[in-house]
């Protein structure tokens, strides 16, 4: 099943890089053949953390946005889409002028959205408002990122949150990755792997032993979770 998939939640700072890191990664270490693309023009961190494989969009111009939905159906790959904050205005605008979600099933594509959330009532006003764009016929996956908040009950007991499941969307857990570790491996510029596994500073900046230990942990949780959505 080839799918493209629109990592977005609208908010920043709710964590949706993040989560597009851990997609590539994830797609990398289960074999899955991929292409990315990252949204965010002057802070995107697919292109810094996995420049082998992704490359920049931009969301505003048709023409370049195209290549998303061109590269799924010509190269038969999954697509991975890091969406910038803010930029809901003109995917939704491209995908609804473009018929891309009928154009998806023609081809055998799946179109995948991903809500990444924090716990504040936000996150649940920008999910009841994508549903209402693309109603029912996209794939839903809806994110309690734990790294940006503890208590979701709100969006548990929403309206949004059943609305959503009425549409079959799925709801999982980004699991929280301990803050100092995340904030060193953005600071040496390591991908997900070279943060679990590089232990020579030969091949680039390391981090130490309990530190790989706890993102090794971390991304056996974050796989867990996507495998029961993605399958493995």
Known sequence: MIRIHFVGGEKGGVGKSVLARVLAQYHIDRNKPFTAFDGDLSHGALIRYYGDYAK?????????????????????????????????????????????????????????????????????????????????????ILVRNRGRGNDFSLFDKSAAKTKAESFGATSIDLPQLHAGSMRKIDRVGASLWSAANNKDEALGPTLGLLERQRVKVWLNKAYAELDRVLGK
């Open 56 to 140: 920049a969009v931009d969301i505003s111009n048709f023409e370049s946005v195209d290549q998303i939905a061109e590269v799924a159906a010509e190269q038969g790959c999954d697509v991975i889409v890091d969406l910038a904050a803010q930029s809901a205005r003109n995917i939704d605008r491209w995908m609804q002028e473009s018929g891309l979600v009928e154009l998806a099933e023609e081809i055998g594509v799946v179109v995948t959205l991903w809500h990444v959330m924090d716990d504040g009532t936000d996150s649940i006003r920008l999910l009841d408002k994508m549903l209402d764009t693309y109603g029912a016929d996209p794939d839903y």
